[in-house]
């Protein structure tokens, strides 16, 4: 998403980056990232109807708890960019497009959610017309209009309150770098955005953009009312579409849904009403609520966890279908602000850093979670599978005393002797206090001053999100999430020059001769840019190295025994929450 953030294993390193779909078609098999060449071509099924089909053997009634120990930032669907946050949005906001997950491996199908279809484009490619279901009402029964779409979008624009939603609409829509949103001096007055008539949503482009329709299943799109927005507050009664609408929202601390009476699965091909509600806690202790689940005690056989099972508790699972693998959309990457560390100084950190020692800390299973030599993962189309020396993503670093010396001597060499480097950790998270303290350990070793800044989990991500955070390291996105199946998604939001403004930069780059690599693959047609991905992906490390990469996140999340039809999600990497049921209700 921005994938600006990221998802569910957050907790072991902090991510933050998102967002979301990458289709493939090994998408339900346990390790399959390392398979090269793997990834699926994009699959659309625009005539798609609802109602969704039946799950095998599904019952209705209960709740279904989520014990979590990762924190969605916001619930504000125009905010929403983390993978979490975007999955457990699903439950009450419906955008214009959406994810049908097909067949035994769950391969992902983008298919019309409120729209009616996938858009047509104009023959210039810079207007995208979308015809939208009629009769939709929120969840008080009052009807959704054509005008709640166009506010949406509008709303959007404001970034300046709403900093952690994507921002592909400030690059690719009609004045998109120039428009500040409905609050500022131009007000509602976007030409971007026309509603016709009551069922016809028209949005203008700047330049050609071809994969509008998968953009649209952001909850971005979902449908606003201008009289119900309270902006920073709307997260807490949002206007809803799903089967789901808030109950009770704590940030930070507890999300509760309830059925939403006005939702009509005949309109909605994707997404189900089985169970009565769901009780999201937040900031819980991840070894604690795992251990919890697996054992499946009286209500926490209705409970599940969405980050992957530490592998120190492995010898604990005693019934193998209580893990749900999957293959994920992900690249978790160490990020290093460019513009506060020189290359040299970036070539030395790469040598120093412990990728063996550091998984071990981390709790990383190398099955569920593969190293990376890539920015792509695997699943994304355009994925060429390459190794640069001393960016594999394994290696021993300066727990070995040879190359911590080595290090050393050439920090002293280039007049950098106790350069310094500073992050963000949890301070009332075990593993990111652990691997903070494994990390500064080894740094200081190979000769670099530490200054790590412990904050509270429930607010990592807004200090790692401020692209100008007084750290050089591990700003975010500290990893990645395929937005949809396209290299597009990946290299024009992260590595441009004008990421950072738009707060999704990786590493804080800023260079021209980069921006126009970028912008050249970008100009061709979606086939071609497939084959030139991966030598962007390429030089970015080669000659930039502005991240390390570190490992590709596949799924293995551990669900309770009463929990029915727990399946792995490919664009998210997470669980499909809006088809699971309870064995016994």
Same mark, same amino acid.
């Given at each position: 998403? +921005?994938?600006?953030?990221?998802?569910?294993?957050?907790?072991?390193?902090?991510?933050?980056?998102?967002?979301?779909?990458?289709?493939?078609?090994?998408?339900?098999?346990?390790? /399959?990232?390392?398979?090269?060449?793997?990834?699926?071509?994009?699959?659309?099924?625009?005539?798609?109807?609802?109602?969704?089909?039946?799950?095998?053997?599904?019952?209705?009634?209960?709740?279904?708890?989520?014990?979590?120990?990762?924190?969605?930032?916001?619930?504000?669907?125009?905010?929403?960019?983390?993978?979490?946050?975007? +999955?457990?949005?699903?439950?009450?906001?419906?955008?214009?497009? +959406?994810?049908?997950?097909?067949?035994?491996?769950?391969?992902?199908?983008?298919?019309?959610? &409120?729209?009616?279809?996938?858009?047509?484009?104009?023959?210039?490619?810079?207007?995208?017309?979308?015809?939208?279901?009629?009769?939709?009402?929120?969840?008080?029964?009052?009807?959704?209009?054509?005008?709640?779409?166009? *506010?949406?979008?509008?709303?959007?624009?404001?970034?300046?309150?709403?900093?952690?939603?994507?921002? *592909?609409?400030?690059?690719?829509? &009609?004045?998109? /770098?120039?428009?500040?949103?409905? *609050?500022?001096?131009?007000?509602?007055?976007?030409?971007?955005?026309?509603?016709?008539?009551?069922?016809?949503?028209?949005?203008?482009?700047?330049?050609?953009?071809?994969?509008?329709?998968?953009?649209?299943?952001?909850?971005?799109?979902?449908?606003?009312?201008?009289?119900?927005?309270?902006?920073?507050?709307?997260?807490?009664?949002?206007?809803?579409?799903?089967?789901?609408?808030?109950?009770?929202?704590?940030?930070?601390?507890?999300?509760?849904?309830?059925?939403?009476?006005?939702?009509?699965?005949?309109?909605?091909?994707?997404?189900?009403?089985?169970?009565?509600?769901?009780?999201?806690?937040?900031? +819980?202790?991840?070894?604690?609520?795992? @251990?919890?689940?697996?054992?499946?005690?009286?209500?926490?056989?209705?409970?599940?966890?969405?980050?992957?099972?530490?592998?120190?508790?492995?010898?604990?699972?005693?019934?193998?279908?209580?893990?749900?693998?999957?293959?994920?959309?992900?690249?978790?990457?160490?990020?290093?602000?460019?513009?506060?560390?020189?290359?040299?100084? @970036?070539?030395?950190?790469?040598?120093?850093?412990? *990728?063996?020692?550091?998984?071990?800390?981390?709790? &990383?299973?190398?099955?569920?979670?593969?190293?990376?030599?890539t920015i792509l993962p695997p699943a994304v189309p355009g994925f060429d599978k390459y190794e640069l020396p001393g960016l594999t993503g394994t290696?021993?670093?300066?727990?070995?005393?040879?190359?911590?010396?080595?290090?050393?001597?050439?920090?002293?060499?280039?007049?950098?002797?106790?350069?310094?480097?500073?992050?963000?950790?949890?301070?009332?998270?075990?593993?990111?206090?652990?691997?903070?303290?494994?990390?500064?350990?080894?740094?200081?070793?190979?000769?670099?001053?530490?200054?790590?800044?412990?904050?509270?989990?429930?607010?990592? @991500?807004?200090?790692?999100?401020?692209?100008?955070?007084?750290?050089?390291?591990?700003?975010?996105?500290?990893?990645?999430?395929? /937005?949809?199946?396209?290299?597009?998604?990946?290299?024009?939001?992260?590595?441009?020059?004008?990421?950072?403004?738009?707060?999704?930069?990786?590493?804080?780059?800023?260079?021209?001769?980069?921006?126009?690599?970028?912008?050249?693959?970008?100009?061709?047609?979606?086939?071609?840019?497939?084959?030139?991905?991966?030598?962007?992906?390429? /030089?970015?490390?080669?000659?930039?190295?502005?991240?390390?990469?570190?490992?590709?996140?596949?799924?293995?999340?551990?669900?309770?025994?009463?929990?029915?039809?727990?399946?792995?999600?490919?664009?998210?990497?997470?669980?499909?929450?809006?088809?699971?049921? &309870?064995?016994?209700?």
């Amino acid at each position: 998403m +921005q994938w600006k953030r990221i998802t569910a294993v957050a907790a072991t390193v902090m991510l933050a980056a998102v967002a979301c779909g990458s289709p493939s078609s090994n998408s339900g098999n346990k390790g /399959d990232t390392n398979n090269v060449g793997g990834a699926q071509a994009k699959a659309t099924d625009p005539t798609a109807k609802g109602p969704a089909p039946d799950v095998d053997g599904a019952k209705k009634g209960g709740t279904i708890t989520i014990l979590s120990d990762v924190t969605p930032d916001t619930f504000d669907p125009t905010n929403i960019y983390y993978v979490d946050g975007n +999955q457990i949005g699903k439950l009450f906001y419906r955008a214009l497009t +959406q994810y049908r997950l097909d067949g035994p491996d769950h391969k992902p199908v983008l298919v019309p959610d &409120l729209a009616e279809d996938l858009g047509t484009k104009s023959a210039d490619g810079l207007t995208w017309t979308f015809k939208l279901k009629q009769g939709i009402k929120y969840q008080d029964g009052t009807p959704v209009k054509a005008a709640d779409y166009a *506010y949406a979008i509008k709303r959007s624009f404001a970034h300046d309150l709403y900093d952690a939603g994507p921002t *592909y609409q400030q690059q690719f829509f &009609l004045d998109g /770098d120039k428009y500040k949103g409905p *609050y500022g001096a131009g007000g509602a007055n976007y030409k971007g955005v026309e509603t016709p008539d009551d069922n016809t949503l028209v949005i203008h482009l700047a330049k050609k953009f071809d994969d509008l329709p998968y953009y649209a299943a952001f909850p971005m799109f979902t449908p606003i009312p201008q009289a119900k927005d309270t902006q920073k507050n709307y997260e807490q009664h949002p206007m809803v579409t799903g089967p789901y609408q808030v109950s009770s929202y704590q940030p930070g601390s507890e999300l509760k849904l309830i059925k939403n009476p006005s939702w009509d699965p005949n309109t909605d091909p994707v997404r189900h009403q089985y169970v009565d509600g769901f009780d999201f806690k937040f900031s +819980q202790d991840l070894i604690k609520v795992q @251990r919890q689940v697996l054992a499946s005690s009286g209500p926490d056989a209705n409970a599940l966890n969405y980050s992957n099972l530490d592998v120190s508790l492995l010898p604990e699972v005693k019934d193998q279908s209580q893990l749900v693998h999957g293959q994920g959309p992900c690249t978790i990457m160490y990020t290093m602000d460019t513009r506060k560390i020189p290359l040299e100084v @970036r070539k030395l950190i790469a040598k120093a850093h412990p *990728y063996d020692g550091w998984r071990k800390v981390a709790g &990383l299973n190398p099955t569920d979670d593969p190293p990376a030599s890539t920015i792509l993962p695997p699943a994304v189309p355009g994925f060429d599978k390459y190794e640069l020396p001393g960016l594999t993503g394994t290696g021993k670093g300066a727990e070995d005393d040879a190359v911590a010396a080595e290090v050393k001597s050439e920090l002293a060499k280039l007049g950098k002797s106790n350069f310094e480097l500073s992050w963000y950790y949890s301070i009332d998270d075990k593993i990111s206090t652990q691997v903070t303290q494994f990390r500064k350990q080894m740094f200081e070793k190979a000769g670099f001053k530490v200054k790590a800044i412990g904050v509270p989990k429930a607010k990592i @991500r807004t200090f790692t999100g401020d692209q100008n955070a007084p750290v050089n390291i591990g700003k975010t996105p500290t990893g990645w999430c395929s /937005d949809w199946p396209s290299g597009t998604s990946w290299f024009p939001v992260l590595f441009r020059s004008d990421a950072i403004a738009l707060g999704n930069s990786v590493g804080q780059l800023q260079d021209k001769a980069l921006d126009a690599e970028i912008d050249a693959v970008s100009a061709k047609d979606p086939n071609e840019q497939v084959k030139e991905w991966k030598n962007v992906d390429k /030089d970015i490390l080669e000659k930039y190295l502005p991240v390390l990469p570190l490992y590709y996140s596949n799924s293995n999340f551990p669900v309770g025994k009463n929990i029915g039809h727990a399946i792995n999600d490919p664009t998210q990497g997470m669980p499909e929450f809006t088809s699971l049921f &309870l064995k016994q209700p």
